[in-house]
């Protein structure tokens, strides 16, 4: 086969139309160019990461004895080395539990030194201004870097293993029929099954959850990390979640990287609705309530047939007259569900930024961190900071939560 055949064929493989010869060369040239610009910048990431945390606490004129010296460095070397390659086996195609636990681990703790090392940085500034930019200074500045890290993360590891607290929210809506007023909707997002084993804490979750007397039961998606037989134990205690009405879930975009169809498949024996672009109306008092869900963003660049958000095709058949509560994984789907006048719009995804600062980095891709907001003229908004976590075992002034959305008419 030649050079340009191949070209063809991977451009067949990935979905594209292939290029005439000639043209297959310059295009596998740019998807070259690409893939090595894009693995210089994770490098330079990388390298920004795990360099300012050691320069803070090692190297940064503290002076500090040879041996810490040459300890911390090796330390802070021998993780940097493995780091990537740690990520690449519990995270690519091998799926390591083991690695995945050290990487994510490892990501959670140099990205809370990294954010306290640029604050330790901007301190040094003004000690060095006010003339206390010594030895003594910056052992000051390691000193606190070190602690205040030390005990975030203590604390947020204890907050993304606890149950979540419930966190109770009223929501008018002015289409709501008078029967349906006091209607009780319990918010499960992100979950995130995965390398540490949570089965436990699922059953406790759900206990949790079956206190609050539930009329709807909605998971947000992003159900697991994992295929469902991968995480069929963690997953199993979501069986017995009560509802009244219904139990609905949509999928998330980490679906779209444990097969999304499966996790369908494995919510529908558990019991739960799954809102594959489609709705179900649930009645209380006389008034009725349309539940409606659409795949996640994500879903059509998965190449999973039959997998795209689709607005039209989940309220297709659904009376215009009613209110409508809408599943979309993703806050930034709001804009479509303003457009089409849905009431009420149920998101996760942002797990509230999960480690300060990320935060201010998800409000750059996201119209919502967390909590109730209105857009357009009639639809509100409700963004659930999550349950569980993605990657690191920590949540830092980001707590999660399991939510209870009280409906109110007019």
């Excluded at 017995?240 to 499966?262: C, D, F, M, P, W």
């Excluded at 789907?333 to 300060?356: C, M, P, R």
Aim: hydrophobic share 45%; charged share 20%.
């Amino acid at each position: 086969m030649s050079e340009n055949e191949v070209h063809v064929v991977e451009a067949v493989a990935d979905g594209r139309p292939s290029a005439p010869e000639g043209e297959a060369d310059t295009e596998a040239g740019g998807r070259g160019r690409a893939r090595v610009g894009r693995r210089f910048v994770v490098l330079g990431v990388l390298l920004l990461l795990f360099v300012l945390p050691w320069w803070t606490l090692f190297a940064a004129g503290a002076d500090w004895p040879f041996p810490v010296v040459l300890a911390g460095s090796v330390l802070f070397g021998a993780f940097l080395v493995a780091f990537p390659v740690l990520m690449a086996r519990g995270h690519g195609g091998v799926r390591l539990d083991w690695a995945a636990r050290v990487a994510d681990t490892t990501l959670g703790v140099v990205w809370v030194l990294f954010a306290w090392s640029v604050l330790g940085a901007l301190l040094r500034l003004v000690l060095i201004a006010s003339g206390a930019g010594g030895r003594d200074g910056a052992r000051v500045v390691a000193v606190a870097v070190a602690v205040i890290a030390a005990a975030l993360l203590a604390w947020g590891h204890y907050e993304a293993m606890r149950v979540p607290r419930v966190k109770r929210v009223d929501i008018t809506l002015p289409r709501l029929g008078r029967g349906l007023d006091g209607t009780r909707v319990v918010v499960l997002a992100d979950t995130h099954y995965g390398p540490i084993d949570r089965a436990r804490w699922s059953a406790r979750v759900t206990e949790a959850v079956n206190t609050l007397d539930a009329d709807v039961v909605c998971h947000a998606g992003d159900i697991a990390d994992g295929t469902a037989e991968q995480r069929r134990e963690q997953s199993a205690p979501l069986g017995a979640i009560r509802s009244r009405l219904a139990k609905v879930y949509v999928t998330g975009n980490h679906e779209y990287y444990g097969e999304a169809q499966g996790w369908l498949d494995r919510m529908a024996e558990l019991g739960w609705e799954p809102l594959h672009n489609r709705h179900l109306v649930v009645e209380r008092g006389g008034d009725r309530l349309v539940l409606a869900g659409v795949d996640d963003v994500t879903a059509a660049s998965s190449g999973l047939a039959g997998h795209h958000a689709n607005l039209d095709g989940a309220l297709t058949g659904a009376d215009p007259e009613l209110p409508v509560l809408l599943v979309a994984h993703q806050p930034k789907y709001v804009a479509e569900a303003a457009g089409a006048g849905i009431d009420l719009q149920i998101s996760g995804h942002t797990h509230g930024g999960q480690i300060w600062p990320f935060n201010y980095l998800v409000r750059i891709d996201q119209p919502v961190v967390h909590g109730l907001s209105r857009h357009g003229e009639r639809t509100q908004l409700y963004t659930s900071r999550g349950a569980g976590f993605w990657g690191p075992p920590f949540r830092v002034f980001a707590p999660s939560e399991i939510t209870l959305l009280t409906l109110r008419a007019a």
